[in-house]
């Protein structure tokens, strides 16, 4: 609990609409799209980098935690008050600052939604590239903080990819700047690509400048049924080798298709083991090359039927399996962990075949999406939380599954992060001496532990 | 509504937040306890026992436009308006009526009507109509009965939509009758604020009145009447909005269009489109008008972003109400049409009043305005 006399510091500092402690703001502050929930003690939501800063002063004077949180969209718990402590909320932080179409790039503050910065740079024939699932509802900063992909990221790479500069509020109050509109800079350590990434434990992100590109004039869907899953994965496999980049290329199995059927949606013909949904953009000549090429290769290599998108319309119904699975699969049972193990993409054939073993072995109903194109995969494993005997069973599933991505060469996480969903996992990709790396490079940033505390690092550092 | 009838709802929320994007209260209002998700979350902690129904908790249900755009959101299926409508049930039960709706929830149970008028003032939007037939339309047998509503019937400045109607309907025909005083409120806003089981007496009057038309169809410009003899009537009577009466009438040629230039956009109705699932009845009547340049809004059809008329908003927070319906009319300005077509007397009023306010030069018309206008041949008796 924090008390009387921090209260009123806090709300001297944002004024008294913007502190928040009823018992209806501490509830629905208590959660973000993960699965456990931890009540805050408080919600601020500052106007300004100024107020941010004195926010952490005071919170290093006074030793209580503070969590930043965007829209409270990610999937590894990366912006619950674990501790609690304060939830900083940037509601007020949500404008475009600047769009500069010479240097192609955008200043923005943190609470501005993805889709809206897509929106209003679209009309100068720009385009930001990185494209979560959230993206209608998640913000910029918390899109940094968790270096969030998306779908577009085969061909576009992730918010990493984009980041130019940053204005940081460290933990203890000092605001630095890093990077800027420069597209070259080697000027000492890469702070901006340290922060990002950083869930939310090394700094609170006040101003992002990002970089954008032209909007690629045409595009391409198509969608290839095969009768063999493991056919569609090696067909994967082989695209990308075969020197095409396809913007996105998503994988949905047998499991996840039946259910999108019952759930109401698209049926599919029965004998479909995995359906691809491949998308190329770019200038319209290349993109009808591409996409022929595309064909050919999916029907040499098994698959039973391919379709292509002649209008907006169409491509848009062949996506629409696509964006009905998720929510199809989680309302089948009372939870739904969606993994994003990655493997580069030569192993995707080796890992999806391991998961539908795994899932046979522990007796578990996992259905397979995946940003097949870049390797990252989402198990959906639809289980109950309250069932303890079958949680033992996901877990060493989860632990298999992660043990045999790392053996490929792979990670823990392509893009959810790791928050508290995966930090007992963490040893499985780093040695003790990286961990360690980690720790010193918090400790020096936070050394009281005020930021986001029990986040990926706690398990090594019971001083948070 | 029983509360574990609706925890089956919440329980099946994943908390992912997808419905922030379509919510246009939490858009204005920021704060998560405004989200459809940070309500699903208040009502899963009032089930449980962990928090109680605060007076808060009565302010945040409130504060809903009833749009249902989060239902069309939502990847998990989770019917969130039946939730919020189940809240506000709860709400009412525990600590009495919203104070901004006890008038309404009055007016509705002892005058029959939400204008807290006398119910035999209801027929007075024929008054500035000519040519009146006799029987002022109050037949004591007809095919068709036209229920009419209370907003249409009591607020000038949509007792348009009414004498629009009879016209057209006249000109192709159609042999209707109204109700006249004997039109009870459908019980609509009883829903919205909490208290549906105050409809049961207005259900049984406006049935009864309706069969003893020997009436096979009742055909309502508003939306959310029809919605509701739909939802809550319980009749095999056929219920058709005016968009789908005049579309079939366009069709069988009783009625015709002379031509007409102007560049409209259509706003969607919540309870018309995203309830009813009407949403080509009216386009089709607009495509029938020669010379008539149709843009779509940004958001369309099931996307349709409500005006800010819905929910009780209006009376619950209207400041609120004003700025759904502020950013409504951006979105209509944005689509550079001069005038903006709906099929709702709410809606019409809401952005009508809000561009007034604003002196917004934005033409809003309800589609019965345009079909008169656009009408060739005019009345055929």
């Known amino acids: ?154 061909k576009y790479g992730v918010t990493r990819d984009y980041l130019l500069g940053l204005e940081v509020v460290l933990p203890m109050g000092d605001v630095i700047r890093t990077g800027g509109k420069v597209l070259k800079s080697v000027s000492g350590y890469d702070l901006t690509r340290l922060m990002c990434g950083s869930e939310g434990t090394l700094g609170i992100i006040t101003e992002i400048t990002v970089r954008l590109v032209p909007l690629p004039p045409a595009k391409a869907t198509l969608q290839a049924i095969f009768a063999d899953l493991d056919d569609a994965a090696k067909a994967v496999s082989a695209i990308i080798g075969s020197g095409v980049v396809p913007t996105t290329l998503e994988l949905i199995d047998r499991v996840v298709l039946d259910v999108i059927g019952n759930y109401g949606g698209a049926k599919f013909r029965k004998d479909a083991e995995a359906l691809l949904l491949i998308e190329v953009d770019g200038e319209a000549s290349l993109v009808e090359t591409q996409g022929k090429k595309i064909e050919t290769f999916c029907k040499e290599r098994g698959a039973v039927e391919v379709e292509r998108a002649g209008t907006l319309e169409e491509a848009e119904k062949l996506w629409e399996a696509r964006r009905t699975a998720f929510g199809a699969v989680a309302s089948l049972r009372p939870n739904c962990i969606v993994e994003d193990a990655t493997v580069p993409v030569k192993r995707l054939p080796e890992i999806i075949r391991k998961i539908v073993e795994l899932a046979g072995k522990y007796q578990l109903r996992i259905g397979v999406l995946a940003h097949a194109g870049d390797g990252n995969l989402h198990p959906l494993i639809m289980t109950d939380l309250r069932d303890k005997e079958e949680m033992a069973r996901v877990d060493k599933a989860l632990e298999e599954m992660y043990e045999a991505a790392m053996a490929m060469g792979g990670t823990l996480s392509g893009e959810h992060g790791i928050g508290i969903a995966k930090n007992r996992f963490l040893d499985m990709e780093f040695n003790r001496s990286a961990i360690e790396i980690m720790r010193g490079i918090k400790k020096v940033f936070d050394p009281n532990g005020i930021l986001n505390p029990g986040s990926f690092l706690s398990i090594y550092d019971n001083n948070e | 509504m029983e509360l574990n009838q609706i925890a089956e709802e919440f329980d099946q929320c994943i908390k992912c937040g997808l419905c922030l994007a379509t919510c246009p209260v939490c858009k204005e209002l920021l704060l998560e306890k405004y989200t459809p998700r940070g309500k699903i979350q208040l009502a899963r902690y009032y089930s449980r026992g962990d928090l109680p129904l605060s007076d808060q908790y009565r302010d945040i249900f409130a504060k809903c436009l009833l749009c249902g755009a989060c239902t069309v959101t939502c990847p998990s299926g989770v019917d969130l308006k039946k939730v919020f409508l189940g809240m506000r049930e709860e709400i009412v039960g525990k600590k009495g009526l919203h104070p901004m709706m006890e008038e309404v929830v009055r007016s509705v149970i002892t005058n029959r009507n939400i204008a807290d008028e006398d119910n035999t003032e209801r027929a007075e939007w024929r008054e500035p109509l000519k040519d009146l037939p006799e029987h002022l339309y109050e037949k004591d047998r007809a095919e068709v009965a036209y229920f009419i509503g209370c907003v249409a019937s009591f607020f000038p400045m949509v007792q348009k939509i009414p004498q629009n109607l009879v016209q057209i309907m006249d000109a192709a025909e159609v042999d209707f009758a109204v109700l006249g005083g004997e039109e009870w409120c459908c019980g609509f806003p009883l829903i919205g604020a909490g208290v549906p089981g105050k409809m049961e007496e207005l259900i049984a009057h406006n049935l009864e009145k309706v069969k003893a038309l020997g009436a096979k169809r009742v055909v309502f410009t508003c939306p959310s009447c029809q919605q509701t003899w739909k939802e809550c009537y319980n009749t095999d009577l056929e219920l058709l909005h005016a968009t789908q009466l005049i579309e079939k009438l366009v069709q069988d040629g009783a009625i015709s269009f002379k031509e007409m230039h102007a560049k409209v956009t259509y706003h969607d109705p919540c309870d018309l489109g995203r309830h009813g699932g009407v949403f080509e009845a009216p386009r089709q009547i607009l495509r029938a008008i020669p010379g008539l340049e149709i843009v779509e809004l940004e958001n369309n059809r099931a996307k349709s972003v409500c005006c800010g008329g819905g929910g009780n908003v209006e009376m619950a927070d209207a400041d609120l109400s004003g700025t759904v319906a502020q950013k409504k009319i951006e979105e209509i300005e944005r689509t ?34 345009l079909v008169v206008q656009a009408m060739s041949g005019g009345k055929k008796h």
């Open chain 2, 336 to 369: 550079g049409a001069d005038t903006v077509i709906t099929s709702c007397q709410q809606c019409v009023r809401t952005i009508k009043s809000r561009a007034r306010r604003q002196k917004r030069n934005i033409h809003v018309m309800d589609i019965t305005d």
């Open chain 1, 1 to 154: 609990m924090i008390s009387k006399s921090i209260v009123d510091a806090l709300r001297s500092i944002v004024g008294d609409a913007w502190f928040l402690d009823s018992p209806e703001d501490l509830a629905t502050y208590a959660y973000d799209g993960f699965l456990p929930e931890f009540k805050p003690d408080a919600v601020i939501v500052p106007g300004s980098t100024e107020e941010i800063s004195q926010i952490m002063k005071l919170a290093n004077r006074e030793m209580f935690y503070v969590t930043p949180r965007g829209a409270g969209t990610n999937i590894c718990g990366g912006s619950v008050a674990k501790k609690g402590g304060v939830i900083m909320a940037f509601h007020r932080l949500s404008k475009i600052l600047e769009i500069d179409t010479q240097n192609i790039c955008a200043v923005v503050q943190p609470g501005v939604v993805n889709a809206d910065l897509q929106q209003a740079v679209a009309p100068y024939g720009l385009m930001y590239p990185p494209d979560p699932a959230s993206m209608f509802v998640s913000t910029i900063g918390g899109n940094v903080a968790l270096n969030a992909g998306g779908p577009r990221g085969v």
